[in-house]
């Protein structure tokens, strides 16, 4: 068992063993007070001793309970899955506490008996009392380990039945595009709210200073593979791993909802954090995004277009990063504010300006350029707007390209042919784009 998750895990135990204590002393102290409310001067009576037994019985029981869940929040919150070892480890730790708190227990219940003075009872072996009434707390441990036992392995069954004839990546010996194509097309059709699906989408932060450093592209080749070998490591028993293309590799987890899969994402980005080579002294870092159908999108087909967004999200925060894609929620017309209808309102007015320049580029001997400035304006304000609005930005930028160029005092009609079929194509585009911006309003 990782020692920093048994660390953790004894953090959490230690808490709640102290509220416990905290909560057994009051309960005996209000025992005490009960007497003396009744203006009782007898010896400790059969009544008085199982009372102070049950409070003992109660803390045992709550310590046992408490060993066990602070293993199962520590495996949860770091996103791992208990091996078969482990939950063994886990039920001798939770049989140590009982016998632990027992011993202790039984030393307190005999202090405050012999303390005062009893009748009756001889010969009570409090120790064996507090065994035999504190088995049915252990009996809970065993059914809540057979549930996480049988979730687990639930969890750990494989992505997919592997067969010589799918395809392999020869650089990463990750499976290539074209299974996942397959992959994922089989796994929508699986998945269920129930039993969600969710992908990982990533690539290395500024892989190409590495291939362009001293080692070339040998360097980033292994780079490469020293990525690829992270993910499978960390993913083996859990999902799929792929190389999409470049150095870009995508994980596709069944049964994993988005949580579960950032939760998995997380350990993919540390254990890429965490790679040493003669050439890699400082590591490599990933951007990670993380997208779940059906619950980032109902449409499986867009959950790569989804998850690659999450991904550049990372990206543009400063990459080694793992975000989520946003959930399904209602239509983005339904949460505009006023101020973003004034905004979008905006846009959509200097994008319609832009489309008559693009159309009609010469009036007179003067060229109607369209204005960079105008357009970048118009991208920040939609950006103001919505993140879902991420494909609208994308075509922003893609056409902000172009109007660089012809800023710069390039004639089209003067220009490559290349550059006049741009123009045409910006005529063609933004039509469709300010429709799709109409239908927010």
Known sequence: MDQDLEKYAGSVYESARKESARIALQAQAEVVQARRLQGSTLPLSGVDISAILKVFDDHIGRCVLARFESYRIAYTESGRTPTEHDLSDILSECRTVR???????????????NSRAMVGLPGLDVQGTLDSNSAHDYDRVLEKLKVWKAKTQLKAAPAEVQSPEKQRDALTSTYNKAEFDLDLATLAAESTEDCPASLLFMDLDKFKSINDGPGGHEAGNRALQAFAASLLQVCNGKGTVYRWGGDELCVLLPNHSIDEATAVAERVRQAVRAIRTDELQDGLNTSIGVACFPESTPDPSRLVSQADKAMY??????????????????PAANRQTPTQRVLLTEVISELE????????????????????QVWKNSRNKIGLLDPLHYDVVQIYREIEDWLTVVESGVHPNMGSPALNNITASLATRLPSLIAELKKLL
């Open 99 to 113: 016998v632990q708190e027992i011993g202790h227990s039984a030393a307190a219940v005999n202090q405050f008996i």
């Open 313 to 330: 999200a990372s990206k543009e925060a400063g990459g080694n990063l793992v975000s989520k894609a946003l959930t399904c929620a209602a």
């Open 353 to 372: 300006d832009n489309l008559e320049r693009a159309r009609a580029p010469i009036i007179g001997d003067a060229y109607r350029r369209p204005s960079s």
